[in-house]
């Protein structure tokens, strides 16, 4: 367990709501500034839903960035392309329904990127985080109930009946968010996650399986294959041994009722990617478990900050998005780079709500971006964006515009930080 210790100079402590990546990064780069930490977790111990999860090459140097330990948990949990040729690459998208079948090939693109297709297990990786986090500062079997938001403190009401006391809250509880309404007031219309129109099937393959049928390129390398209303992407996970399925497809009503996650009906899925090429037809016809996933994402919020300045919004709480970029969990890690280096520039319980209030500058641009454009990756995916449809050539130019997301500077993020919050303190005289 990496040593981190508390700066006795920082007269304030913070509780983190959630405890998932977001909530452990948060935490870790907390502790990285020498801040008192506490996380509350809902589950009885850490725990994380679904299978693999990509980390672009931005959410890898912010990893780094908070703490080299962390980076050396996603290096140690990584999963690439089997191939070297294709260690650079994200997807391999392909045409896959029907209009294939008018095309001289199926190949649209090869998208590449410093760390291509690269994902973690999503349990792996979170075992990885818990490695780096002392086990008295976390709280498990602690569901919110509410806050009250005080000038200088908060109180967490959890469902069990007890409270916990702290300077301020840091909501990292997912898209399902109660710190969200809590944020912004439970009458805004942003204070709940939106249907998209679309859903997911997932199912994991074995990959020895995969790999018999589909043949060592489509199935140990990542592929997308694009069509009409819907698309179905690969790429392997857990070392290579593991080939992780999401097939998407669009709800003609645009609406969805009752659970987020159901029992695949396999029969249908079939139906609905009847006439694709051979491929998707193999892949869909391995996945014999398997749940529909409905995709919720957050529609803008004015502030990630609350009126009294007390409690902020992180991650899926802040900005859930559909997974078409790849970049939720990566917009996480931004998150928590962020706000850790600005807590880092804090000593009295009094500047945290500035602090906060810059951190909602600096990140919710961004990330609000990120939301909308993986909307409309979905859509480009789908051949639905507006003015691309299936044009082929507008939609090359469409899933190349990668740049804003994976060559962010992060330094210069971080160099903003300073020159909000820390060399304003600095002017006035205060230590930071």
């Not at 080299?68 to 089997?82: D, W």
């Not at 079948?101 to 199926?106: A, D, G, V, Y």
């Not at 919020?301 to 609350?306: K, L």
């Not at 990120?370 to 299936?390: H, I, S």
Request: charged share 25%; net charge negative.
């Amino acid at each position: 367990m990496a040593q981190y210790g508390m700066d006795s100079e920082k007269k304030y402590s913070l509780a983190i709501v959630g405890g998932g990546i977001g909530g452990l990064c948060t935490a870790i780069g907390l502790l990285k500034q020498g801040v008192d930490v506490h996380i509350y977790e809902a589950a009885p111990q850490f725990s994380e839903i679904g299978a693999g999860v990509s980390l672009g090459p931005n959410a890898a140097r912010a990893l780094k960035m908070i703490d080299p330990a962390l980076y050396a948990g996603y290096e140690k949990t990584r999963t690439n392309n089997a191939w070297l040729e294709k260690q650079h690459h994200w997807f391999t998208f392909r045409i896959g329904d029907d209009a294939s079948k008018t095309l001289p090939e199926t190949h649209l693109l090869d998208l590449h990127c410093e760390t291509g297709q690269s994902s973690v297990h999503r349990a792996r990786f979170l075992d990885e985080l818990v490695g780096l986090v002392p086990e008295h500062i976390a709280h498990f079997g602690k569901k919110l109930l509410s806050i009250d938001e005080r000038p200088s403190s908060i109180t967490l009401h959890f469902t069990d009946g007890t409270t916990a006391t702290h300077s301020a809250a840091i909501g990292c509880d997912g898209v399902k968010s109660i710190t969200r309404p809590l944020v912004l007031g439970k009458s805004s219309p942003a204070s709940a996650p939106t249907f998209t129109g679309k859903y997911a099937y997932r199912g994991l393959i074995p990959m020895s399986t995969a790999a018999a049928i589909l043949g060592d390129e489509l199935a140990r390398n990542a592929q997308q294959y694009l069509g009409h209303g819907a698309h179905v992407l690969t790429y392997p996970i857990s070392n290579g041994a593991i080939l992780n399925v999401v097939a998407f497809g669009t709800k003609a009503d645009g609406r969805w009722e009752g659970e987020w996650v159901k029992p695949m009906d396999r029969e249908g899925m079939m139906r609905e990617f009847e006439g694709w090429i051979e491929p998707v037809q193999k892949i869909l016809g391995l996945m014999e478990r398997s749940e529909v996933w409905a995709l919720f994402d957050h529609p803008n919020a004015e502030s990630y900050v609350s009126e009294g300045g007390r409690i902020c919004l992180l991650g899926d709480a802040a900005h859930a998005s559909t997974p078409h970029n790849g970049a939720g969990a990566g917009q996480a890690v931004e998150d928590a780079l962020i706000l850790s280096r600005f807590m880092g520039c804090v000593r009295e319980e009094r500047d945290i709500e500035k602090a906060f209030r810059a951190y909602d500058v600096v990140r919710r641009p961004r990330s609000q971006m990120q939301v909308e454009k993986a909307r409309f990756a979905g859509l480009v995916y789908d051949m639905q964006a507006p003015g691309t449809g299936d044009d082929l050539g507008k939609m090359r130019e469409q899933l190349s515009d990668r740049r804003w997301l994976w060559e962010h500077d992060l330094e210069a993020d971080v160099r903003e930080v300073e020159r909000l919050f820390c060399e304003g303190r600095k002017e006035n005289g205060v230590k930071v």
